[in-house]
Structure formats: C-alpha cells, structure tokens
C-alpha cells in the first residue's frame, strides 16, 4: 500500500515571531528529519496550498518564514498561536552542509531570500570551526524589511556579516546598496577552497552569480536556490519544470554549474 | 489468439466484460466539436459497439480515464481530512497505438518521477488495454516519425471493419469469454500505420541554445494561450490543486486538481506576483522543447508520441510538426550568433 502523499497532517502553531508587517516566523510543530532549503506545502482548507521554505530547524519544531503576499499567505496570517495550520512534506534536497565544511563560505541572501539559509548560516555560526570563514552579505528593500535581525546580531559575533538595504539611511548595524556592491572587497586565502550560496530573487541571484565569478570563484563552488509555482512538490503537477529538472524534486538547490543551464 | 466477430456476438463479449469492468472508448458527440458544424469525439463509458466510434480518431485523448480534467483528492471540514473513495471496479480502456505509447508517458511522471503518485496508482493497477488497429494514418498524424504507430504492450486488440471484426487476445482471463462467442479462430495481427502524410525530424545536435532563436516570436502574434493543444495532448500531466467550498458560509469542501497547461496565463505565477515566460513565444519554446528534448534528457525517450491532436485543435492553425521541423534552422540561426 502506498501513502498518500496529497493528504495534508495538522501541526499545531507554536509560536509566531513578526518581523515587518507582512513577514512572520511561524514555529510548528514536527518531528522529522529537515534539513535548511527543503520546504513544506503549507494549506489551509478552501484557500488552498503554497510552497514555504523551512528558515529554523529545532527540537519538535520546524519555522517557516511566510511572507503576506498571496491568497493562502493572507490566510495563514489570520491565525494565530494556538491554532493549527495543514502541513506535508518536507520536499526537495535542501542544502547539504557537507559542500561547505572547511570552506572559506560565502552566502549572499536577498530579501525573504534569507529564509531557506537561515539554517545554514545558524549551523556555521555555532559552529564555526567547521569552516575557515563564514562571510554573510544579506540585503533588504528598507530597514523596515529587515528579517531575523536578531540573528543577524548574533552572527556578528562569529561570522563576518554585511547587512545592506537598497535605500533608507545608514547606520552602524546597516549600509547602503544593492549586496554585488560588496562582492569585489571580498578576499580568500585560497580562492579554490571557496564556497558561495546565493538566494533571492531572480535579478539579484544572477548578478550576485556574475559577480562572484567576477571575483574568480569558480562556478563550481556556488550554490543557489530556486523559487517556482509548485502544486505538488513530488515531481507531478509540472509547474516547476525547467529544462530536464523538476525543481520540487531535483533542487531547489542547485550547483551553479547546473543552474547556470536552466531556460525558464 | 485471434478470433472474428460481427458485431451481434462481440457485443456479447462487452457485455460480459462489463460484470468486471467500465468500458472507456472515444465516442462520438455530434455537435460538439472544436469548431463550428463539427461533432467532439472524447473518451467516455460505452456498453456496446455501436456506441464506440472507432474509425475516426479522438479529438481529446485518452487521458481522462486516468487523470480526470478535475479530480477531487479528499474532503475536509474545518478540523477533519477524509480521502475521496475510489472506485471499485477495473477499467477497460479502447486506446490506438499512439496512446499505448502515451500511457508509457503518464506512468513515467505518475509513477516513476518523484515517487508513486497515489490516486493515479489506483486506476492504473487495475486497467486493461484494448488496442484500436489503425488500418491508416489520420490527418495530421506522424507516429511513423516518432516511433509510436506499433505497440505489443496490450490485452486485446481490435481491427475494426464494417463487415467483421478481427480480435487478437492476449489476456488469459479473457480467452474463454472470446471463444464463447467468436464466429471463428484464426491468426490476428492488429494493423498499424506504416506511412503518414506528416514527417517530422529532429536535429540530432538539438540542444537547449535553440531557445535564443528569434524564429520563437513568430507565436507570440499567432498563439493565442488558449491552451487547447495540451488538453488535448495524451502526453500533458500538469495539474493544479484548486479548493472549493460548498456554500459561502460553511466550513466544508474539497481539494481538487484540475488539468492544467503551460501554454495558459497563470501556470508559473508565484506569490507577490512573479511569473515566468510571460510571451507566447517562450511558452511555446517551453512546449515544443519539453516534447522533444528535455523529456528525452531525463527519460532517455521522447514525450511526444505524434498523434496530432494539437494540430487538430488549435484555433489559429498552429502545426507542432511544423514547430519541430523548424528546429533545424532555429539551430542553424542560434550556432551563427
């Protein structure tokens, strides 16, 4: 007998953290295996399913960073802590820390971009000697849209981390520009023992892409993660396809060397 | 085996299998058609000969049967999921060759592509096909081409003429049932078609670069996104989950998923209103290569089986064979850059 994967389990709302106006971290409840990049398909009866991507891993929880912005996104927002949201997952590949120990790493995230690796620089930064450096350049919108600012304090201590927003006014926790600008003041000891990871929107990831190979890290060496329409996240509804791959079962992680490949 | 029937006695023989299975053929709907004065032929239940038209293709493919255009997969109320039934009995499916070949394709992304896919897997385990000989090719058509006008992977097939019925049976199960009533034994082969009117070639240096030629643009003017060639198409999976509820106050509903298509706005839409391939143009890129290049790359086999349907459809006349046939200069046009 096989499982019905479709049939969605209820996992209670532990906890709800509200970073802007429209972006929450919503605390579920789970036990499994998750690893950071894989994502759950998240619903609530009559509004329908959409794919998010898990930001935190803990002890009987996982957190999805959900920002207000679709129709079962607004939904979501209308329930609050001690309610249950409909769950099934995890799906994709997810990050696999492997590639980036005793790497001098590098991770670029833009805007809500900085969810699917929030698990991976969480991981480096507590753990930081499992890399030979850890470089995180996050860039938001305005400080208004900064996300997991606390975390972002934190890191501070064991990891080097730019944070930048588009426009807005500077200050000592924050700069001014777009996260390429940063990119050429970067330096490595041995530029083939690098290791990048970019995510955000589609114009930033392939500029921050360029920009990296700009710098001579080779293309091998960087990681990014892809956003589609998925209704299904098991390689069935066909949404996600690009080229050869299916994005809900291949990636979404993807090695640069592939991604690079992708005509949508 | 191979028996003759006429259609009295094969009518018998549906009959009897009708005690353990629903019978799908194409059937025709007068009136119904595509285009105006013409008449729709799309699968549906049959209980006898004369309801199956079988001397004309399909208009809509097979694919209903297995993956219906709206399925619902369970109900729910504000706090409790229940799985939709499904159906107890076996399917009997009358598909021609190019479909048997489709079929292929269906259990490759249902089954195979990211693990089972549980209500297709229901259907599918218990469906028995009766192949539909092709004596000739249709309009349109170019199975020749893509290697899909002979299959062997069948239960029973069927050449199909006014004046007898000529029935190869391969099911043990059925033997008996087919001896009962058949006029006479004799060797059967089922026919197929040898030759079509329609030729297609596919460049064998094809590769992805080929979506940089500017020959694409060509549909963004003609195509009108109206999607018809992928419901149509025996070979399209996609779907989109969709709830409803039943009235506007209450608690209950359903999830379904509904056919959906690659060429239709919406179909990569993500939330705060980002989307892919927003021309026809990329859509059709999108299509075309997927038929007969990224499938390949994956499965090792084209997706494409020509059957035609699109080309039958299609309200501006767009050919897909055409399409493919111009990938040749489209390669050309793209290692010249």
């Given at each position: 007998m096989?499982?019905?994967?479709?049939?969605?389990?209820?996992?209670?709302?532990?906890d709800?953290?509200?970073?802007?106006?429209?972006?929450?971290?919503?605390?579920?409840?789970y036990?499994?295996?998750?690893?950071?990049?894989?994502?759950?398909?998240?619903?609530?009866?009559?509004?329908?399913?959409?794919?998010i991507?898990?930001?935190?891993?803990?002890?009987?929880?996982?957190?999805?960073?959900?920002?207000?912005?679709?129709?079962?996104?607004?939904?979501i927002f209308?329930?609050?802590k001690?309610?249950?949201?409909?769950?099934?997952?995890?799906?994709?590949?997810?990050?696999n820390?492997d590639?980036?120990?005793?790497?001098?790493?590098?991770?670029?995230?833009?805007?809500?971009?900085?969810?699917p690796v929030?698990?991976v620089?969480?991981?480096?930064?507590?753990?930081?000697?499992?890399?030979?450096?850890?470089t995180?350049?996050?860039?938001?919108k305005?400080?208004?849209?900064?996300?997991?600012?606390?975390?972002?304090?934190?890191?501070?201590?064991?990891?080097?981390?730019i944070?930048?927003?588009?426009?807005?006014?500077?200050?000592?926790?924050?700069?001014?520009g777009?996260?390429?600008?940063?990119?050429?003041?970067?330096t490595?000891?041995?530029?083939?023992?690098?290791?990048?990871?970019?995510?955000?929107?589609?114009?930033?990831?392939k500029f921050?892409?360029l920009g990296?190979?700009?710098?001579?890290i080779?293309?091998?060496?960087?990681?990014?993660?892809?956003?589609?329409?998925?209704?299904c996240?098991?390689?069935k509804?066909?949404?996600?396809k690009i080229?050869?791959?299916?994005?809900?079962?291949d990636?979404?992680?993807?090695?640069?060397?592939?991604g690079?490949?992708?005509?949508? | 085996?191979?028996?003759?029937f006429?259609t009295?006695?094969?009518?018998?023989?549906?009959?009897?299998?009708?005690?353990?299975?629903r019978?799908?053929?194409?059937?025709?709907?007068?009136?119904?058609?595509?285009?105006?004065?013409?008449?729709?032929?799309?699968?549906?239940e049959?209980s006898?000969?004369e309801?199956?038209?079988?001397?004309?293709?399909?208009?809509?493919?097979?694919?209903?049967a297995?993956?219906?255009?709206?399925?619902?997969l369970?109900?729910?109320?504000?706090?409790?999921?229940?799985?939709a039934?499904?159906?107890s009995?076996s399917s009997?499916?009358?598909?021609?060759s190019?479909?048997?070949h489709?079929l292929?394709?269906?259990?490759?992304?249902?089954?195979?592509?990211g693990g089972e896919?549980?209500?297709?897997?229901r259907l599918?385990?218990n469906?028995?096909?009766?192949?539909?000989?092709?004596?000739?090719?249709?309009q349109n058509c170019?199975?020749?081409?893509?290697?899909?006008?002979?299959?062997?992977?069948?239960?029973?097939?069927?050449n199909?003429?006014?004046d007898?019925?000529?029935?190869?049976?391969?099911?043990?199960?059925?033997?008996q049932?087919?001896?009962?009533n058949?006029?006479?034994?004799?060797s059967?082969?089922?026919?197929?078609?040898t030759?079509?009117?329609v030729?297609?070639?596919?460049?064998?240096?094809?590769?992805?670069?080929?979506a940089?030629?500017?020959?694409?643009?060509?549909?963004?003017?003609?195509?009108?996104a109206?999607?018809?060639c992928?419901y149509?198409?025996?070979?399209?999976?996609?779907?989109?989950?969709?709830?409803?509820?039943?009235?506007?106050?209450?608690?209950?509903?359903?999830?379904?998923?509904?056919?959906?298509?690659?060429?239709?706005?919406?179909?990569t839409?993500?939330?705060g209103?980002?989307?892919?391939?927003?021309?026809?143009?990329?859509?059709?890129r999108?299509?075309?290569?997927?038929?007969v290049?990224?499938?390949?790359?994956?499965?090792?086999?084209?997706?494409?089986?020509?059957?035609g349907r699109?080309?039958?459809?299609?309200?501006e006349?767009?050919?897909?064979s055409?399409?493919?046939?111009k990938l040749?200069?489209?390669?050309?046009e793209?290692?010249?850059?």
């Amino acid at each position: 007998m096989i499982t019905n994967e479709y049939i969605p389990f209820s996992s209670r709302i532990l906890d709800i953290t509200k970073h802007t106006a429209i972006e929450y971290t919503f605390r579920m409840e789970y036990e499994g295996k998750v690893r950071p990049g894989q994502f759950f398909e998240v619903s609530i009866p009559k509004y329908g399913e959409a794919p998010i991507s898990v930001s935190g891993i803990g002890q009987g929880y996982v957190e999805l960073t959900i920002r207000r912005v679709g129709k079962v996104t607004e939904e979501i927002f209308e329930h609050y802590k001690g309610d249950s949201l409909l769950m099934r997952g995890p799906y994709g590949n997810g990050f696999n820390l492997d590639d980036y120990r005793g790497k001098e790493l590098v991770i670029v995230a833009g805007g809500t971009g900085l969810s699917p690796v929030r698990g991976v620089i969480d991981y480096f930064a507590t753990h930081p000697q499992e890399v030979k450096s850890l470089t995180v350049i996050a860039g938001f919108k305005t400080p208004g849209d900064i996300l997991f600012f606390q975390d972002i304090s934190r890191w501070k201590k064991t990891a080097n981390v730019i944070l930048t927003v588009d426009c807005g006014e500077a200050d000592f926790e924050c700069q001014i520009g777009l996260v390429t600008e940063y990119l050429p003041q970067l330096t490595f000891t041995d530029i083939s023992n690098t290791a990048a990871i970019v995510v955000g929107p589609p114009p930033m990831m392939k500029f921050t892409c360029l920009g990296l190979l700009d710098i001579s890290i080779p293309e091998e060496n960087i990681w990014i993660s892809q956003e589609r329409k998925m209704c299904c996240g098991i390689g069935k509804c066909g949404h996600c396809k690009i080229n050869d791959v299916y994005v809900c079962v291949d990636g979404p992680v993807f090695n640069y060397t592939k991604g690079k490949t992708l005509i949508d | 085996m191979g028996y003759q029937f006429n259609t009295e006695t094969f009518n018998k023989v549906l009959l009897k299998l009708q005690q353990e299975y629903r019978i799908f053929a194409p059937k025709r709907f007068v009136l119904e058609g595509a285009f105006s004065d013409t008449d729709s032929i799309r699968y549906d239940e049959v209980s006898s000969l004369e309801e199956m038209e079988l001397k004309e293709k399909s208009s809509h493919s097979f694919k209903e049967a297995l993956i219906p255009a709206s399925e619902t997969l369970f109900y729910f109320t504000e706090d409790y999921v229940r799985e939709a039934n499904p159906t107890s009995k076996s399917s009997i499916l009358f598909l021609r060759s190019c479909d048997i070949h489709a079929l292929k394709r269906l259990d490759e992304i249902y089954l195979h592509n990211g693990g089972e896919d549980y209500f297709y897997k229901r259907l599918r385990e218990n469906l028995k096909i009766f192949l539909i000989g092709c004596p000739s090719s249709f309009q349109n058509c170019f199975c020749v081409d893509m290697e899909s006008n002979v299959s062997t992977e069948y239960d029973a097939a069927i050449n199909f003429h006014e004046d007898s019925l000529l029935v190869d049976c391969k099911n043990p199960d059925w033997i008996q049932i087919m001896e009962e009533n058949a006029l006479e034994k004799l060797s059967v082969e089922p026919e197929y078609v040898t030759q079509n009117q329609v030729h297609v070639t596919i460049p064998s240096d094809l590769s992805s670069s080929v979506a940089k030629s500017s020959l694409w643009k060509e549909y963004d003017s003609r195509c009108i996104a109206c999607g018809r060639c992928n419901y149509s198409c025996p070979t399209c999976t996609c779907f989109t989950m969709q709830d409803i509820f039943y009235t506007d106050n209450g608690k209950a509903g359903e999830r379904r998923r509904v056919q959906a298509s690659c060429m239709v706005d919406g179909f990569t839409d993500v939330a705060g209103g980002g989307s892919y391939r927003k021309t026809y143009g990329e859509r059709m890129r999108f299509k075309v290569l997927h038929k007969v290049l990224d499938y390949k790359e994956r499965f090792g086999y084209h997706m494409c089986v020509g059957c035609g349907r699109c080309d039958d459809v299609c309200p501006e006349y767009i050919s897909f064979s055409n399409a493919i046939n111009k990938l040749d200069e489209m390669t050309k046009e793209v290692s010249e850059q």
